[in-house]
């Protein structure tokens, strides 16, 4: 890997590195004070949703803004947003400031991300694209390996604000090594002027895109499939990993790391093994269902783990597939807003899955939500290939999907 490759690519482990901090102290901090899975799902809502809601106006901005100031900008402004999440704690001493901070610091965590997707097809192209995709998300998982053992660490001897506080330190290193990154090899013509439209017209075209194009609509109905059953594990997994099975915060940070060390060597085997498109969606898509049904079949702890890593693991195989398809599909000028758009509705089953915990856990039990959740997710999976008949749109997307 050339040098100059390495600063971003280090870059954006630090950046996961500080975000994955703040995303494993919320959870796990709400469910130790309150003692309830449904306040944990509800927390969980809370957090995610503004960080998805947000995908229409951050991928629009990255059509007509340097997505170079954009991934800059999203750094700054979340180590900000931590610092002053912590003295806003300090002087009224709620614990609503821990979701304030989470909730901000997603909404800048969508805009690096998305700067970061408009701005990797600009610069990679072919084959080198998709290895990029790889190498991204690996830097991504190493941050979040990572993570949860600093912040299991850093609660065990310190207050969570001091926790906040170190990730702000992060973010701040990430903006310096990102410069160093720009600075240090010459940056392609990325970004275009567009003409003054009414402010709804991004979204009309990339509406548009998502409904004409074959292809764009299904995976993004499988996507929101995916992240249903990936929200309703990342909402119950304190509750159910330390409460449910009685195990301990530190075992608890282990799990994250073996889920982030699975999902480093699958997309390692994606960098190095070109498998067709098709083989590589359905491969992840299925083993995510077997993993979310591991998650709620409550018997061992070695078993909620495996379907746990299955989950996290191969969320990331399904990724690398679905945004090598929008890659090939989504007309260039238009990249920004359609995926945005396609991220928001992909992504906000995610909060909803959190928002379903919060409301049936207590009733029926978190394990039960869990199977439901992983049931739906399967039944979209089926009708979208019993549909798939010859002829017509049909068989086209698939067809597009097998040459992306």
């Not at 901090?29 to 809370?46: E, H, N, P, Q």
């Not at 998982?141 to 992060?170: D, R």
């Not at 940056?187 to 709804?200: C, F, K, Q, S």
Request: net charge positive.
């Amino acid at each position: 890997m050339p040098g100059h490759l390495r600063l971003l690519y280090l870059s954006l482990l630090l950046t996961r590195l500080a975000d994955q901090i703040l995303l494993f102290t919320v959870p796990l901090v709400v469910f130790k004070l309150s003692g309830s899975a449904a306040w944990s799902g509800i927390a969980f809502f809370c957090e995610a949703l503004p960080r998805y809601a947000a995908f229409p106006v951050c991928g629009a901005l990255c059509d007509r803004v340097s997505t170079l100031k954009l991934i800059r900008w999203s750094q700054r402004w979340r180590s900000i947003v931590c610092v002053g999440g912590v003295l806003g704690f300090a002087v009224h001493g709620s614990l609503a400031w821990l979701v304030v901070i989470s909730a901000g610091a997603g909404v800048l965590t969508t805009q690096g991300f998305m700067a970061r997707e408009a701005m990797l097809p600009r610069i990679f192209h072919g084959d080198a694209y998709r290895k990029s995709l790889s190498y991204t998300q690996i830097a991504d998982q190493l941050g979040t390996v990572l993570g949860p053992l600093a912040a299991a660490g850093l609660l065990g001897i310190s207050h969570w604000e001091y926790v906040v506080l170190a990730a702000a330190a992060i973010f701040l290193v990430s903006d310096i090594t990102f410069s160093l990154w720009a600075a240090g090899r010459q940056i392609p013509m990325i970004d275009r002027e567009e003409p003054r439209r009414n402010w709804l017209a991004p979204y009309r075209i990339a509406f548009m895109h998502i409904v004409a194009i074959p292809g764009l609509l299904e995976v993004s109905v499988l996507a929101a499939g995916v992240n249903l059953v990936v929200g309703v594990t990342l909402a119950t997994s304190a509750a159910m990993f330390t409460g449910v099975y009685g195990q301990t915060a530190s075992a608890y940070a282990w799990l994250q790391v073996a889920g982030s060390i699975a999902t480093v060597v699958v997309l390692m085997f994606v960098a190095h093994v070109k498998l067709p498109a098709r083989a590589s969606g359905a491969t992840s898509y299925l083993l995510i269902v077997l993993g979310g049904l591991l998650t709620g079949w409550v018997s061992l702890p070695f078993v909620y783990a495996a379907g746990f890593v299955a989950v996290i693991g191969f969320d990331k195989m399904f990724s690398v597939f679905m945004r090598g398809v929008r890659q090939r599909l989504i007309p260039a000028e238009d990249f920004g807003k359609t995926v945005g758009l396609i991220a928001l509705l992909n992504n906000l089953t995610q909060p909803l899955a959190g928002l379903l915990v919060g409301f049936f856990a207590a009733r029926l039990g978190t394990a039960s939500v869990i199977l439901a959740l992983t049931l739906w997710m399967a039944s979209i999976g089926i009708a979208l290939v019993a549909r798939a008949a010859p002829g017509g749109r049909r068989a086209a997307w698939l067809a597009n999907i097998e040459e992306a």
